[in-house]
């Protein structure tokens, strides 16, 4: 499998990331979030929106979800006019409520699919786990499971929870929104991460804040430090190659 982080900023802008995507890449392509900039990656990848017939959503803020009408909206004009969406409880009504303001894009279908904590389905012959993220909005952790086994935290504190749902995959790519030393909920610092993370093959670390600007290295190294778990900062564009 492969994973191509798309974006690996979130809601404030920088200039080299995009807000939050992932692309997967084993047997069919599976995008995780569509932030604003996940459709221009795509492009740089030289991937047509028509190979992107899903998209798996951990949870509904902005910086996860901007891009996804631009991205059926792509489709419809490359004549495809249908996405797959998957996403936590309110997703159909986000989905139905942006897609009623373009009565000229009514043609394109939607289809949505909401998934729950604890659940365990298939998508793009991918097995797919999840469990609640420790966040402002209902979201999701995800472990996804095809050649290989990748654990995608979305937006959550650190939790117990999201370390025992990725623990055994090769691939944690988990969210470090601040540097140590920021009081915050409903995101991660490295120090808490690094001590709450276990028996994973590699971590990568995404969805920056500006607050991190230059910092993100050593954000890195602490996590592995403590962690003792190979660890690095994802950029976007960057590749992750697993074997298997
Ligand atoms: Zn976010
Ligand atoms: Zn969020």
């Known amino acids: 499998m492969d994973v191509t982080l798309l974006g690996t900023g979130a809601g404030i802008p920088q200039a080299d990331r995009a807000q ?3 692309l997967l890449h084993d ?3 599976l995008l995780i ?10 492009g740089e990848l030289g ?8 998209v798996l959503l951990t ?14 909206k792509a489709r419809y004009l490359l004549g495809e006019p249908w996405l797959k969406v998957f996403g936590p409880a309110g997703t159909d009504q986000l989905v139905r409520s942006l ?24 998508i793009c012959g991918l097995d797919v786990r999840t469990v609640s993220a420790v966040h402002s909005v209902p979201a999701l952790c995800y472990r996804i499971e095809g050649s290989s086994t990748v654990a995608c935290s979305g937006d959550t504190e650190p939790s117990a929870g999201v370390s025992e ?8 790519v988990h969210e470090c929104s601040f540097p140590d030393g920021f009081d915050v909920t409903n995101h991660t610092t490295p120090t808490p991460l690094g001590r709450i993370v276990r028996d994973v ?3 990568v670390l995404t969805h920056f804040y500006p607050h991190c600007r230059g910092l993100e290295d050593e954000m890195a190294r602490t996590v592995e430090g403590i962690s003792g778990i190979r660890t690095r900062a994802g950029r976007d564009l960057m590749g992750l190659k697993m074997s298997g």
């Open 20 to 22: 939050a995507s992932i």
């Open 27 to 29: 047997e069919d392509l």
């Open 33 to 42: 979030d569509c932030g604003a900039g996940a459709l221009f990656r795509l």
């Open 47 to 54: 991937l047509s929106p028509l190979e992107i017939e899903t």
């Open 59 to 72: 949870h509904l803020h902005l910086d996860h979800v901007s891009d996804l009408l631009p991205l059926a």
């Open 99 to 122: 897609h009623s303001l373009y009565p000229y894009l009514q043609s394109i279908k939607l289809e949505v699919t909401e998934i729950g904590a604890g659940c365990r389905f298939e």
């Open 165 to 172: 749902l990725a623990a055994g995959s090769d691939l944690l």
């Open 201 to 203: 093959g590699e971590i």
